[in-house]
């Protein structure tokens, strides 16, 4: 909105002439994001604290009595900072904002509607797990089906691999479309499933939404692509801003969450988060670097997956208890000691990430 308000303006008055540049309009989202976070969070934490008195805001499985009444949905706070933030920095016409802003939307309904039910006591467990997931894939499916048609070019179905030049698998539209589905929906769920920790979301979010900014941002022009030998993906720079946006939404909500946290993120806010870096992994093929900028959300939600499995098939556990942060704490880990060495963790992952761009 601001850039399509003041950019005209540039010939009378230079200054405006920065709305131009994506890395102003990203940096003034972030700080947006972040600062409407702070200035509405504790009003916010307020009224979600008297409403849910009473209701069920921490999952039985998990061991942390001490944490009942702290309320969730925390996430409606960083959704909303990260709406407003995009509608006022992004260029509008680009058709990947409102995108991914659906996504946000769509995925935080779902969200909000499963917190909701088990707040209010209303149903048990909240949405039922092949509910939810028939509608992120759905909903995946055809956002992914719907970016393909914003790129007119013959390499829009093609499957990129990171560290290689020249693997690459065309899958056609239709196989497109569903591997972005489970990318989306996937992610949504790995991030969901790592949201059990005072502040283990929030940070590792920050620096995989901050990782794919500067993708985004590369992606975007064909200078560097060139240079870097990656594909090109017209309109993918603008998703920078967005990115940024999300980088200040939950620095804002962290500030909040920090142990000992005042409010959850909830499911409102984990799966919106997740499914976003799977909607911008897709836009800028590059899914099997989400996979490795994101990998300590990869590790947690297979850690449930082989937990199940194994004692299903065998009767056998692996972990002491899944996800993986569980795991730890099990064998005697402080809370913050998890959390900080999943965030060094993160911070690692995405340097390797960021490397794959030259390493080819």
Known sequence: ????????????????????????????????????????????????????????????????????GTPTMGGALMLFSL????????DLTTPYIWLLLAVALLFGAIGFTDDWLSVTKTRKGGVPGRVRLGLQLLIGAFVTSLALTFVDRPDATVLYFPFFKTLNIDLGMIGYSLFGAVVIAGAANAVNITDGLDGLVSFPAMVVAGTFAVLAYIIGRTDFTSY????????AGEVTVLC??????????????????????????????????????????????????GGLFVAEIMSSVL??????????????????????????????TIVVRFWIVSL???LIGLATLKLR
């Open 1 to 68: 909105m601001l850039y399509h308000l003041l950019y005209p303006l540039a010939d009378a008055f230079s200054i405006f002439n920065l709305f131009q540049y994506i890395t102003v309009r990203a940096g003034g989202a972030l700080i947006t994001a972040f600062a409407l976070s702070i200035l509405m969070g504790p009003s916010l934490i307020m009224r979600f604290r008297a409403w849910q008195s009473g209701g069920d805001t921490v999952k039985d499985v998990l061991p942390h009595q001490q944490k009942m």
């Open 83 to 90: 709406t407003v933030s995009t509608l006022l920095w992004t």
């Open 228 to 235: 870097l030998g990656i594909a090109y993906v017209p309109g």
């Open 244 to 293: 940024a946006a999300l980088v200040g939404g939950l620095l804002g909500f962290l500030w909040f969450n920090a142990p000992p946290a005042r409010i959850f993120m909830g499911d409102t806010g984990s799966l919106p988060v997740g499914a976003l870096l799977g909607t911008v992994a897709v836009i800028t093929k590059q899914e099997f670097t989400l996979a490795i900028v």
């Open 307 to 336: 937990q199940v499995i194994s004692f299903k098939t065998t009767g056998k556990r692996i972990f002491k208890m899944a996800p993986l942060h569980h795991h730890f704490e099990q064998s005697g880990w402080a809370e913050s």
């Open 348 to 350: 690692l992952l995405a």
